[in-house]
């Protein structure tokens, strides 16, 4: 097959409206098209225009400009709403030329003055043709585009959920294992990660937020890995120096997370949670809001939970007398706003999230 063939057989398959209300016009466009392959079909004016369109929707329609009624600035408007798809040539008197250019401004492909020569015609509705499949073609590889974006898209974020979710069962995994070995605590790191998250709704943190503070609060104990047994799971009273080995735990607990990126933010509760809102805390007696909001909050919560759990040196405190000893100490270890809080989340709610957690 030469080349000549495939314009040929491009020529066959592409149709054309040729639109004139002067009958010899429209023979002498249809013939020279027809001669060199272009199926043609004609109308008189524009409303015989828009129903060969409606019938079987041409690719090119060439139409004349000043027409008896609507002229073809109205067809070519009307096209543009509803075909845009269609390549339109416009035919214009010499002095129409200005009209002509507006036109192109609307939307046709190209202009043709009267008289129009043969070779003229045949290169207008080729080069209309052309210019209609690079935009069909954009089109398509848009929409194709968009389509693989969005594909890509939902796998990366199925990806990413999935990925997060096997990030919290790991930390999950490593706070049950630090329970573990303190056995009193029990499941202390879940029952606190899920009082951290009512009051994190209570005071209208965001999701994101929310994420943050639950990893910090899942992790807070972390750091106790590195505090020796004759320490961390002596039944009296720690003496001084005992104390300070214990007051240790949130900075090697930060130092053990620092190189994860992802806990950026959550390892601030780990080395902060012991600090309290009158400077009085540890390690670095960080007072007011120079304490991270999410460390502020689970403050209150570790302190709930520890006075309402039964430890092998003392008994659990019954719940109003450990919220009692929480408002007795907002202001000084406890952020005041925090403690508010969680008197609006209610003793019921509280009551529930401070009860042992069922085996899943």
């Given at each position: 097959?030469?080349?000549?063939?495939?314009i040929?057989?491009?020529?066959?398959?592409?149709?054309?409206?040729?639109?004139?209300?002067?009958?010899?016009?429209?023979?002498?466009?249809?013939?020279?098209?027809?001669?060199?392959?272009?199926?043609?079909?004609?109308?008189?004016?524009v409303?015989?225009?828009?129903?060969?369109?409606?019938?079987?929707?041409?690719?090119?329609?060439?139409?004349?400009?000043?027409?008896?009624?609507?002229?073809?600035?109205?067809?070519?408007?009307?096209?543009?709403?509803?075909?845009?798809?269609?390549?339109?040539?416009?035919?214009?008197?010499?002095?129409?030329?200005?009209?002509?250019?507006?036109?192109?401004?609307?939307?046709?492909?190209?202009?043709?003055?009267?008289?129009?020569?043969?070779?003229?015609?045949?290169?207008?509705?080729?080069?209309?043709?052309?210019?209609?499949?690079?935009?069909?073609?954009?089109?398509?590889?848009?929409?194709?585009?968009?389509?693989?974006?969005?594909?890509?898209?939902?796998?990366?974020?199925?990806?990413?959920?999935?990925?997060?979710?096997?990030?919290?069962?790991?930390?999950?995994?490593?706070?049950?294992?630090?329970?573990?070995?303190?056995?009193?605590?029990?499941?202390?790191?879940?029952?606190?990660?899920?009082?951290?998250?009512?009051?994190?709704?209570?005071?209208?943190?965001?999701?994101?937020?929310?994420?943050?503070?639950?990893?910090?609060?899942?992790?807070?104990?972390?750091?106790?890995?590195?505090?020796?047994?004759a320490?961390?799971?002596?039944?009296g009273?720690?003496?001084?120096?005992?104390?300070a080995?214990?007051?240790?735990?949130?900075?090697?607990?930060?130092?053990?997370?620092?190189?994860?990126?992802?806990?950026?933010?959550?390892?601030?509760i780990?080395?902060?949670?012991?600090?309290?809102?009158?400077?009085?805390?540890?390690?670095?007696?960080?007072?007011?809001?120079?304490?991270?909001?999410?460390?502020?909050?689970?403050?209150?919560?570790?302190?709930?939970?520890?006075?309402?759990?039964?430890?092998?040196?003392r008994?659990?405190?019954d719940?109003?007398?450990?919220?009692?000893?929480?408002?007795?100490?907002?202001?000084?270890?406890?952020d005041?706003?925090?403690?508010?809080?969680?008197?609006?989340?209610?003793?019921?709610?509280?009551?529930?999230?401070?009860?042992?957690?069922?085996?899943?």
């Amino acid at each position: 097959m030469t080349a000549g063939d495939t314009i040929g057989t491009r020529r066959r398959t592409s149709s054309v409206l040729v639109v004139d209300d002067e009958p010899t016009i429209r023979n002498i466009l249809t013939q020279n098209l027809e001669l060199r392959g272009f199926p043609c079909r004609t109308a008189e004016d524009v409303a015989s225009a828009l129903e060969a369109v409606a019938e079987e929707e041409p690719e090119v329609v060439i139409s004349d400009i000043r027409m008896p009624g609507a002229d073809g600035t109205e067809l070519l408007a009307e096209l543009g709403r509803s075909y845009p798809d269609i390549a339109v040539i416009m035919l214009t008197a010499f002095a129409e030329v200005d009209l002509a250019v507006q036109c192109l401004r609307d939307g046709a492909s190209d202009f043709l003055t009267k008289p129009v020569r043969a070779a003229h015609l045949v290169t207008a509705v080729e080069r209309a043709l052309e210019r209609r499949r690079l935009i069909l073609e954009n089109r398509s590889y848009q929409v194709n585009l968009e389509q693989r974006i969005k594909v890509a898209t939902q796998g990366l974020t199925q990806t990413l959920h999935d990925l997060d979710l096997a990030y919290d069962m790991t930390l999950a995994a490593l706070s049950s294992a630090v329970d573990a070995r303190e056995v009193s605590t029990g499941d202390h790191s879940r029952r606190v990660t899920r009082m951290s998250n009512a009051l994190a709704e209570e005071l209208g943190l965001d999701r994101v937020e929310r994420k943050h503070l639950s990893r910090g609060a899942l992790l807070h104990d972390i750091g106790k890995i590195g505090i020796s047994d004759a320490v961390l799971l002596k039944t009296g009273k720690l003496t001084a120096d005992e104390m300070a080995i214990m007051q240790q735990h949130p900075e090697i607990g930060y130092r053990i997370l620092e190189p994860i990126r992802f806990l950026a933010r959550a390892m601030l509760i780990v080395r902060y949670h012991h600090e309290n809102f009158d400077g009085s805390g540890y390690p670095y007696g960080l007072s007011g809001d120079a304490i991270p909001r999410g460390a502020r909050i689970f403050s209150v919560v570790d302190a709930l939970d520890a006075m309402t759990s039964t430890r092998t040196y003392r008994k659990a405190m019954d719940l109003d007398a450990a919220i009692g000893e929480l408002d007795r100490c907002s202001g000084s270890q406890f952020d005041p706003e925090v403690v508010d809080a969680l008197h609006a989340v209610g003793r019921e709610r509280i009551e529930t999230m401070i009860s042992p957690m069922e085996e899943v």
